[in-house]
């Protein structure tokens, strides 16, 4: 498993998110979602930068650039 996808698990959970809300605040189809936290597809910009603002995080914390 990638960081990515593992970092946005994490992020996600600690906010006591499951799939559908964050697909709800996001934009981002839950499926999508499901992809990136398995490691099967990545996010374009947008969407990275989506899940970022919901997630109250930087995208280089999720891309694993910064601890």
Known sequence: MSTFSERLRLARKERGMNQEVLAQRTGIERSHISHY??????????SLIA??????CSTDWLCGLED
């Open 37 to 46: 936290e398995t490691g099967l597809n990545t996010p374009r910009l947008p």
């Open 51 to 56: 899940l970022a603002q919901v997630l109250d």
